[in-house]
């Protein structure tokens, strides 16, 4: 096991029981839950950082007039500045929070969906150290189990009494969604070209279309016009947003399908997200939010 392994298997917990219970074996549907599972569980964080990204949005006039009074002064106008967040109980950096959060996530689901065996199968290792063998696969390669579930799936003289006795009443996992194989990487179009996986480059093309999105819509600039004056930070910060949805296209474009849908299925959520806190708990005046 590797390290974020050990932080997936409270999250495999909750996808085996959502597989189980909520999307009877669905491996889309199982997602679609678990998506809005991890979305819940940070819905706090979300909505002080979006609430905090408008009240830091809603001082910015009030900020570029103490760099035009304390333009020459670097200390003076920065304990200018923190003063005018304590006055309004803003915390600049706390927009940050999420995207730092995202990527450990990412990284979870990543170690989820290249590992069904273990998270929705609920197998333990020895046993999947033996079906390796039966299958003659190489039991230390990255994708092991995708390609482990994948063999036994597609050909079923394979599973033998010993491999029932191994599996225990447990099912291998159908990654199939829509006629789509989850966990199939969008790039074995090109290494291994057949029509079936063509389609499966419709989730990279979707991550990349509804992180843009999301970032559009999230903006609290959106409609505005450009600061040209604005600060070497900000500008760095808008070329790292500008540069995210590409790179969750490489991303979603390497990796199993999976983590690719569930990446989409995330943004949608969030558009939602981002809907529902402006609507129910931003203010007309956007100093104050609930």
């Known amino acids: 096991m590797n390290f974020f392994d050990y932080f997936a298997l409270p999250f495999g917990i909750v996808l085996k029981y959502i597989s ?5 074996g669905n491996y889309g549907i199982t997602i679609i839950f678990f998506t809005l599972f991890v979305k819940l569980l940070l819905f706090p964080l979300t909505l002080k950082q979006q609430l905090s990204t408008i009240k830091t949005q809603a001082l910015q006039p009030e900020l570029d007039a103490l760099k035009r009074a304390y333009g020459n002064d670097n200390q003076a106008l920065m304990q200018e500045q923190q003063k005018l967040y304590a006055k309004y109980n803003v915390n600049p950096l706390s927009g940050c929070l999420p995207t730092l959060v995202m990527f450990p996530v990412i990284l979870i689901v ?18 999947i150290t033996r079906l390796a063998e039966i299958a003659k696969i190489d039991a230390k390669s990255v994708d092991m189990q995708l390609t482990l579930n994948s063999t036994f799936l597609k050909d079923p003289s394979l599973i033998t009494e010993e491999v029932r006795t191994i599996m225990d009443g447990k099912d291998f996992v159908n990654m199939q969604f829509l ?9 074995d179009v090109f290494t291994n070209f057949s029509w079936s996986i063509l389609p499966l480059l419709l989730i990279p093309i979707l991550t990349l279309a509804t992180q843009y999105l999301l970032q559009w819509y999230s903006s609290p600039n959106r409609g505005k016009k ?5 600060d070497p930070a900000s500008r760095g910060m808008n070329l ?21 849908f569930y990446w989409v299925i995330s943004n ?7 809907f529902l806190i402006n609507t129910f708990f931003v203010k007309k005046n956007e100093k104050e939010v609930i």
């Open 268 to 274: 949608l959520f969030s558009l939602l997200q981002t």
């Open 110 to 127: 990543y170690s989820i969906v290249r590992s069904p065996l273990t998270y929705i199968a609920g197998l333990s290792s020895d046993a």
């Open 20 to 24: 189980q219970f909520l999307s009877f």
């Open 240 to 260: 790292m947003l500008k540069l995210m949805p590409l790179l969750t296209f490489g991303i979603a474009f390497s990796f199993p399908a999976g983590l690719g």
């Open 226 to 230: 450009k600061n040209k004056n604005a």
């Open 179 to 187: 006629g789509l194989d989850l966990g199939t990487r969008p790039w």
